[in-house]
């Protein structure tokens, strides 16, 4: 089979693969969409130093069921799934190094998984998630960024935080999703920031409104802009984006008492400002990916926001392409919230 494989920042070579293993309680998928997801790319350019070379990347992927294993009852031979990408009961490979993992496996992200970005993919049954009928390969590729979205607002759920006011930074794939998500937990007002202006025309359609973070802006009438829109500091911001300027906008943003959900990891570190952190009494909540529980909750979110969802493709590449959209993504010399490899 074809296969992309990673070998180094900026590097990824096209290779003829064996198909993988059918083991017993698996099933071999060939591909029809996988979407390039930021961390993709800032892996690609090394960083992130989430990819290790030799690795097949690709963690959004649906296609069809093709084989079977022979413990396998469910799903059938001829299904569309979407990959469910967290591989319980398989801890990373300890030549990662990395604790930031603890005991996810994630397909093609860590190090002894082959990703989705090949023609084919096997995966435990279990993994394989029915794709409700009517939905398109590519627009149900979105339910993994929803689900994102959605095992944050869960983690909320579960320590009593349920705020009325949201900010969240980064008007990416996932900071839009969770403006969704958010307006289905119950937010009554809601912003979104970003740096880059036409990140933020879609923000009312998505029930938010934008702010543009200009180069002159300053944290402080960065926070006052959104107080104005607001009526008061928010209380809860979400960091999407995942550096060091956005972790510091966002403890300067939220609220006396308020919540920081941390969803983006660009960065390796950051700076807390601690004295800031305890005279606000801020509590910081971090969340990484999702479960099954977030995951099928999405996937049937997304028929109802389909139209909105659609609009997130805004490009579209063979396998073979893939290497140079990634260059091109990589160097913003191509804008694009999602870009789909169609096989």
């Given at each position: 089979?074809?296969?992309?494989?990673?070998?180094?920042?900026?590097?990824?070579?096209?290779?003829?693969?064996?198909?993988?293993?059918?083991?017993?309680?698996?099933?071999?998928?060939?591909?029809?969409?996988?979407?390039?997801?930021?961390?993709?790319?800032?892996?690609?350019?090394?960083?992130?130093?989430?990819?290790?070379?030799?690795?097949?990347?690709?963690?959004?992927?649906?296609?069809?069921?093709?084989?079977?294993?022979?413990?396998?009852?469910?799903?059938?031979?001829?299904?569309?799934?979407?990959?469910?990408?967290?591989?319980?009961?398989?801890?990373?490979?300890?030549?990662?190094?990395?604790?930031?993992?603890?005991?996810?496996?994630?397909?093609?992200?860590?190090?002894?998984?082959?990703?989705?970005?090949?023609?084919?993919?096997?995966?435990?049954?279990?993994?394989?998630?029915?794709?409700?009928?009517?939905?398109?390969?590519?627009?149900?590729l979105l339910a993994e960024p929803m689900?994102?979205?959605?095992?944050?607002?869960?983690?909320?759920?579960?320590?009593?935080?349920?705020?009325?006011?949201?900010?969240?930074?980064?008007?990416?794939?996932?900071?839009?999703?969770?403006?969704?998500?958010?307006?289905?937990?119950?937010?009554?007002?809601?912003?979104?920031?970003?740096?880059?202006?036409?990140?933020?025309?879609?923000?009312?359609?998505?029930?938010?409104?934008?702010?543009?973070?200009?180069?002159?802006?300053?944290?402080?009438?960065?926070?006052?802009?959104?107080?104005?829109?607001?009526?008061?500091?928010?209380?809860?911001?979400?960091?999407?984006?995942?550096t060091r300027e956005s972790f510091g906008?966002?403890?300067?943003?939220?609220?006396?008492?308020?919540?920081?959900?941390?969803?983006?990891?660009?960065?390796?570190?950051?700076t807390l400002p601690l004295q800031t952190?305890?005279?606000?009494?801020?509590?910081?909540?971090?969340?990484?990916?999702?479960?099954?529980?977030?995951?099928?909750?999405?996937?049937?979110?997304?028929?109802?926001?389909?139209?909105?969802?659609?609009?997130?493709?805004?490009?579209?590449?063979?396998?073979?392409?893939?290497?140079?959209?990634?260059?091109?993504?990589?160097?913003?010399?191509?804008?694009?919230?999602?870009?789909?490899?169609?096989?």
């Amino acid at each position: 089979m074809k296969a992309l494989v990673y070998q180094g920042p900026w590097k990824m070579s096209l290779e003829d693969l064996p198909k993988p293993e059918l083991k017993p309680g698996n099933v071999l998928i060939k591909m029809e969409s996988v979407g390039i997801c930021g961390s993709d790319v800032h892996g690609f350019t090394g960083e992130s130093g989430r990819r290790t070379p030799g690795m097949v990347m690709g963690h959004e992927a649906v296609g069809k069921v093709v084989e079977k294993g022979s413990a396998v009852t469910s799903p059938e031979i001829g299904s569309r799934v979407i990959v469910y990408n967290i591989l319980a009961d398989v801890p990373p490979s300890p030549e990662e190094g990395d604790p930031s993992f603890l005991d996810k496996q994630v397909v093609g992200v860590n190090l002894g998984t082959c990703g989705a970005m090949a023609d084919y993919l096997s995966i435990p049954a279990k993994n394989a998630i029915v794709v409700p009928d009517g939905l398109s390969p590519d627009v149900a590729l979105l339910a993994e960024p929803m689900a994102v979205a959605t095992h944050g607002f869960n983690r909320l759920k579960a320590k009593a935080v349920e705020p009325t006011t949201v900010a969240v930074l980064g008007a990416g794939t996932i900071g839009l999703s969770t403006l969704l998500v958010a307006r289905k937990r119950g937010a009554t007002q809601v912003v979104v920031l970003d740096k880059i202006q036409e990140k933020l025309e879609r923000a009312p359609a998505f029930g938010a409104e934008p702010v543009w973070i200009k180069d002159e802006d300053t944290p402080g009438t960065v926070s006052d802009t959104v107080t104005s829109l607001l009526g008061s500091k928010p209380a809860l911001v979400v960091d999407a984006v995942g550096t060091r300027e956005s972790f510091g906008q966002a403890m300067n943003l939220v609220a006396e008492g308020g919540t920081v959900l941390l969803i983006g990891n660009l960065a390796k570190e950051v700076t807390l400002p601690l004295q800031t952190a305890i005279s606000k009494e801020t509590t910081l909540i971090g969340t990484y990916g999702f479960n099954q529980k977030a995951f099928e909750e999405a996937l049937w979110m997304v028929p109802k926001k389909q139209d909105l969802l659609a609009t997130f493709i805004e490009g579209r590449c063979s396998l073979e392409e893939t290497p140079e959209v990634m260059t091109r993504l990589a160097k913003g010399e191509q804008r694009a919230l999602k870009v789909v490899i169609e096989f």
